[in-house]
Structure formats: C-alpha cells, structure tokens
C-alpha cells in the first residue's frame, strides 16, 4: 500500500506546497500577466506587420475611399451616425437590405481619420487596426485569466490555458480578413466592445461594486453600434456567470442582465429613429442577395450544416482562405449529401457532450455554448445573411474555439505523461510547448503570407478568382478590375491583353449565373472599349436591363451606346430612364444629353448635309451645357457654311466670353469678316491670333 501510495498521481485538487511555488503570489501573478499581455499585443503585431504596405481593398471603398460621408472627415459625422452603413456610398435611394445596417461608430472612426490623415496614407487605417486587435487579443486574456484563474507556475509558469487560448485566437489565420482588410474593423470593435463588456461585469461579480456594471451599460451600447453581432453577448454573459459565477448569488446575475438589456433597448431605439425598425426575414429572389432564395427548407438547412463543417475545417486547418463564398463557391446542398451529413452527426456528439457538460459546469461545454450563440446571428439558420458562409463571420465565435483546443491541448498533454485529464496545471510543459510551437508556426507563416493578398483589389481578386473557382462574384469583380486597368495600361498591347482577359473571366462569372446583370453590363463594358462595332455591346447592356430593370447603369451605357452608334433619339430616351432611376445622377445625365444634341448637330451637318437641323440641335446642345466652348465653334462653322456671318460671329464672341484663348474662334471671325469684306476686323482678330502663338 505505501509502495503504491509513493506513486500517487497529481490531481486537479491534490495541495501544492507553497514553498515549491514562489510565483504563486500576488505580485508575481500580476507580473507573468503583464508580461503575457505584452507578449499577446506584440504577436499581434509581428503578425500583421505586412499590412502596412497594403492600400484599399473590396468593402473599403463603401466606408471610406467612396464613402461620401467619410470624406466630410468630421463634418460628416452626423450623417454616418444617422443613416444607413451603406449610404454614404450608394446614396439615399439605393435599396438596401431590409431593416438596414447600422454600424456608424467604426465608420466615424474612419471620418476622423480621414479628417486628419485623408487617403494618402493607408498604412495609419491599417495600424490603427492591429492596434485595435492587439487590444482585443490582450483584453480577451485578462478575461480568460478571470474565468480559469489560472496560477503562475511550474516549471513554465507563464504557461496557462488563458494564455494558450488568447495566443492562438490572436494569430489564427481566419482572421485576416477582419484584420487585413480596413473595413474589418466594425468586426474588431464589435469584438472589443463586447469582450470589455463581459470584462466589467466579472468584474461586478468579483467585486459587487455597481461602477462596473453601469460602465458595461454604455460600452455594450457602443459594441452594437459597432458592429449587430456584438448583442449576441446579451446571451453570452448570463452563460458566463451561470458557468464562473453562479455562487456570487442571482441578484448580480439578474443586475447584469438587466443592465444588457437597457443597452439592447437603447442601440434599437437610437437605430429605429434613424433607421426603419429591423425586419427579419425578408425575402429577396436574387441568388447574390440570398442564396437560398430559390431553395426549400430542408436543403437551406443541409447547406448550413455544409458550412459548419467548412468553418470546423478552417478552424483546424487553416487553408485554403478566400474572401469569397458566394455562388456557387458553395453549392446547395441535400440530406442526402455526405458533406451535409457528416457536419451534422459530429455536432449532434458534441450537442450531446454539451449538454451534459451544462450541468457539470464544464468549461469545454461553455465554449461550445459560447461558438454557437456568437455565431447563430450569421449562420442562415434563424434567417438568411445574403451569402452561405463569410470567413469574418467567426471572427467573434472562433474564441470558442481557442478555449476548447487550449483546454484539449493541456488535457491531452498532461494525459500522456501523467495520464492525469485536468486542465488547471500544465503537467507537461515541454510536449505541450512543442505543439504549441508547431501550431503557431503554421499559423504565422499563413497568416503572414495571407495578409498581403488584401494589398489592392486587384492583388486579392486575381488571387482569389483561383480559390473560389466556382464564384459568380469573385470572377465579376476581378472581370471588372481587368477592364479598369486596361483604361491605364502602357501600351495598345497590354490594354488588348487586359481586355481579353476581362472578358474571359467575365464570360466565367455568367457561366456560373446566366443572369449575373452587373456582370453583364461589366462585358458589355469591355466589348465597347475593344471593339469598334458596339452591336455586342449593346446586348450585353440589354441583357443586364433584362435581369435588373432597375439598373441606372445598363440604361445610361445604352444611351452612350445609342449615341455612339447615331441613334440619338434612342439615346435620349434612355438617358431620360435612366435619370428616373437615379434622381441624384441629373448633372451627369444632363451633360451626356448635351453631348447627345451636339454629336447629333455634328452628324447631321457632316454626314447628312442638313445644316439647319445641325444648327437647331447645336443650339439645344448649347442651352443644356452653355459652358462647353466647343459646341460653339461647330455652330459657329455652321452658320458660317449657310453665309449666316452675322450669327456666326454672334456664336463665336459668346465663346471667346467663356475661353478668351480659345484659338478656333479668332480664325473663324477672322473668316466671317473676311466673307463680310470688313477688313479692319480682319485685321484686328488676326493680330489676337497672332499673339496667342503658335497652335499646341
């Protein structure tokens, strides 16, 4: 018996002598802490270093580089706090998910940055997000440290589960995207603003001093504001205290939550009065919007358990990332699929565990809990979120994960040496380090080598038009940025190659969805800048009216195609439906319908010889755009060929009233004198002509 007593194994409760742990103290707890949180901000921070040499990329212009309530700097504050997210970009008319987006505080982030710094400098809006994360990462350990109250020791006593869990949710490579992307950042803050306020009310049920639970009113309001994921933790602190802090007594559970749902009511009643009340579930019937929007609830619900799995294989093999997920990258699925199946029956084991575990308090059982609750909002289970799965959409429930493999991993490697299952007291530092290791290598050199793929949107669309081949969406994107770099290329060579390579990648997105309309109207695009016959062109700006009547684009490309084909009448209806469409586009609809009326004029006297008919609609040319100088040399031309020398000359002195160095009005004055036989005019507007020089 004493032989087999001497062989003891440790145990989650067997008393350690204080005099083998000296760190087991106060003070030296709170230095491995500090320490901890150093080492957390900076891991952040080497990791995502890369980002400072990125620029602008995919959402960013919809918050900032477009956004024209950003670019107000601080002015446009007010706007971005009361009106939709997207606004500032598409404008008041645009027709935006049901119920809106309400997330202004990021974006008023982004206005005062603007004010001080414009866009000159990316690299500050990239800093101040790793910034923002590292504070995130730092603050999600000290919340960690407070629910596991790990100690300081053993022979690495700075290794803890707190510390394990916060190192690999800062460095896990799925969260590039909220990080390397600037307007990632609602993402980032929500998460902060989330996390602070979970923080303060452990600190409330720690300290029951109410200070801290009335600052977590105001902080919660501020995290939704952020970004509406961020309410879910109106669900994660009562599991919180249920789980950590239940024998603190249901008055402070019952405090907390009430003080949640103030802040709850507070964001809504702010949102509603700006905004209309959110409405769930609204229906949409295109695909790009809603991916299930032709789909059977049996099937939308085998899809969903699809991207459970997707989001399990990312979590624990980071790779391949995309920003893109949209159809048909991934498909409908049925029950009858084994990649719908097999999600499912791995969740119902861990539903079945979890349960149990609810009742043993079991910290793994929390953390499940905690996955499914955060992601429940963006998961198409409760109602659709306009796309099947979004690697940004685990950015928040991914600390489940961290627990559950910093939980496992010490379990697991306390178990092979000691053959002991606790999770309290690292047991076998040395295996455990060399996992660790291993993990945060592999995740390092993926999130490094990830990071700079958010560069531009060229950068991250050619890279990930490759990763999500059967993407509709990322094949449109990367079509249309091989059009508008064409407008820049060096060379005749390199526009024809970029050209091409637009309308095939193009012609891959319609492949994908036939009736794609901006991908439509993006090819239509590329025929009308390559080809001269823009007979292509024209059906592809009528198949993107066909698929979205309410397109400002297909109609008003139509109405330049019309123009550019001499079909003015056509143009100017077009011109004319487009403009109902969009209201707020009138200066630019109206200067094309000038340009309509003069090429109009210019044909008719050109190529019909109808000089009156080119006078008449020069003249209404004229009327719409009364500053384009131009048009007044053509007139003038005209009335000159029908001997009218008195309007002629009229036209070009009201010309010379708006371009004084315009140098094709003193030669035409100089000729309609001369037809007149009025040689000390002549005179005169030759020797102007003279003195403006030589013509450039």
């Known amino acids: 018996m004493g032989k087999k007593s001497a062989q003891k194994r440790p145990t989650e409760t067997e008393p350690i002598k204080a005099a083998t742990l000296p760190l087991n103290q106060a003070a030296g707890s709170k230095n491995w802490l500090k320490l901890q949180c150093l080492g957390i901000f900076l891991t952040v921070f080497v990791l995502y270093a890369n980002t400072l040499g990125n620029t602008y990329a995919l959402d960013d212009m919809i918050v900032l580089t477009k956004n024209t309530f950003t670019q107000q700097g601080i002015a446009g504050i007010d706007e971005i706090m009361t009106t939709d997210a997207f606004e500032g970009f598409f404008g008041k008319n645009f027709a935006f998910v049901v119920g809106g987006r309400y997330r202004p505080l990021s974006i008023a982030t982004f206005a005062i940055e603007y004010e001080l710094f414009g866009l000159e400098h990316p690299w500050i809006y990239h800093f101040n997000n790793i910034v923002l994360y590292g504070l995130t990462c730092v603050l999600i350990l000290l919340t960690l440290q407070k629910l596991f109250k790990a100690k300081f020791e053993g022979e690495y006593p700075w290794l803890t589960v707190p510390f394990i869990a916060a190192l690999l ?13 600037i307007k990632g950042r609602d993402e980032i803050m929500g998460m902060l603003g989330a996390i602070g306020t979970l923080y303060l009310c452990i600190r409330y049920f720690e300290t029951s001093k109410l200070v801290y639970v009335l600052l977590a009113l105001p902080v919660f309001v501020l995290a939704i504001l952020s970004k509406e994921n961020a309410i879910t933790f109106l669900a994660i602190v009562p599991l919180v205290y249920y789980f950590f802090y239940s024998d603190k007594g ?3 559970g019952l405090v907390s939550g009430l003080v949640l749902v103030v802040s709850a009511g507070l964001y809504f009643a702010i949102r509603t009065h700006y905004l209309s009340a959110p409405e769930i579930g609204g229906k949409t019937y295109e695909i790009l919007n809603d991916p299930f929007a032709f789909s059977n609830q049996a099937d939308r619900l085998a899809t969903v358990a699809f991207t459970f799995g997707k989001y399990l294989q990312l979590l624990l093999f980071p790779h391949p990332l995309t920003h893109d997920y949209y159809p048909w990258q991934v498909p409908i699925y049925k029950w ?46 409760l109602f659709s979120v306009g796309i099947a799965m979004n690697e940004r959409f685990v950015f928040m429930p991914s600390l489940g994960f961290a627990i559950i493999a910093a939980i496992l991993l010490v379990k697991v490697t306390n178990y092979a040496k000691t ?44 890279t990930d038009v490759k990763l999500s081949p059967n993407s509709a969406k990322v094949a449109n994107a990367y079509g249309g940025e091989l059009a508008t770099a064409a407008d820049t290329a060096a060379t005749p060579a390199q526009q024809k190659e970029y050209l091409n390579d637009a309308e095939k990648t193009l012609k891959r997105a319609l492949e994908i969805y ?30 993107a ?3 979205n009547p309410n397109s400002f684009d297909a109609h008003y490309n139509l109405a330049i195609a019309y123009r550019d084909m001499n079909k003015y009448k056509d143009a100017l209806l077009y011109l004319d439906l487009a403009l109902q469409l969009k209201p707020e586009k009138a200066e630019s609809v109206r200067q094309n319908r000038g340009e309509v009326y003069y090429r109009w004029g210019k044909f008719a006297g050109q190529q019909q010889n109808n000089l009156p008919l080119a006078i008449e609609k020069i003249n209404e040319a004229i009327k719409i755009n ?64 003279n003195q403006l020089g030589a013509a450039k």
Request: glycine residues 6%; contains cysteine.
């Open 169 to 181: 949710y800062a460095a896990h490579p799925i969260h590039t995207e909220a990080v390397a992307n």
């Open 626 to 689: 009364p500053g384009t100088v131009y048009y007044y040399e053509d007139l003038g031309v005209a009335y000159g060929l029908m001997q009218d020398y008195d309007n002629a000359i009229k036209t070009c002195l009201k010309g010379l009233s708006i371009d004084p160095k315009y140098r094709p009005f003193y030669q035409n004055l100089v000729n309609s004198y001369t037809a007149l036989g009025q040689a000390d005019k002549v005179q005169e507007y030759q020797t102007k002509l």
């Open 514 to 543: 036939p009736q794609y309309s901006n991908a439509w109207l993006l090819l239509g695009n590329v025929y009308y800048k390559r080809d001269t016959d823009f007979t292509k062109a024209m059906e592809c700006y009528s198949k």
């Open 545 to 547: 009216k066909e698929f």
């Open 250 to 252: 249901l008055v402070k």
């Open 336 to 381: 009858s699929n084994w990649q719908a199946l097999l999600p499912t029956i791995f969740y119902l084991g861990v539903g079945a565990y979890t349960i149990f575990g609810i009742f043993k308090k079991d910290p793994i059982a929390f953390a499940v809990l905690y996955f499914f609750i955060t992601i429940s909002i963006v998961s198409n289970i």
């Open 419 to 462: 053959k002991n299952w606790g999770y309290a007291k690292v047991l076998n530092s040395k295996t455990l380090l060399i996992v660790l290791g291993v993990i945060m290598l592999g995740y390092s050199v993926k999130t490094i080598s990830r990071n700079p793929v958010w560069k531009n949107d060229m950068t991250l669309f050619s």
